[in-house]
Nanobody, 114 residues
């Protein structure tokens, strides 16, 4: 299984981005998935997760600003990020929850700066 994140970029504070994560296998609908981020010099952190039944969970730092969703028909997970802050600047990855070491695919860089 390959996981690939996309959709990052440079955005001003207060702006929005939508990240996508594509899953190459056939069992996506059975997985609990999450979005992780790692800022320079910081530990990787789980910012949002979504259950098989699409119940979301958020870290307090993004609650009310980020929305996680999934489309099982497209084997894709999304992260809608609104009201972005400079502290959201990081490399974003998707993975299982808990993560598998060999499933850290390509991430996508999000930079929030004026």
């Amino acid at each position: 299984v390959q996981l690939q994140a996309s959709g990052g970029g440079l955005v001003q504070p207060g702006g929005s981005l939508r990240l996508s994560c594509t899953y190459s296998g056939s069992a996506f609908r059975l997985t609990v998935m999450g979005w992780y981020r790692q800022a320079p010099g910081a530990e990787r952190e789980l910012v949002a997760s979504i259950t098989r039944g699409s119940t979301p969970h958020y870290d307090d730092s993004v609650k009310g600003r980020f929305t996680i969703s999934r489309d099982n028909a497209k084997n894709t997970m999304y992260l809608q990020m609104n009201s972005l802050k400079p502290d959201d600047t990081a490399d974003y990855h998707c993975n299982y929850v808990p993560p598998l070491d060999n499933s850290w695919g390509r991430g996508t860089q999000v930079t929030v700066s004026s």
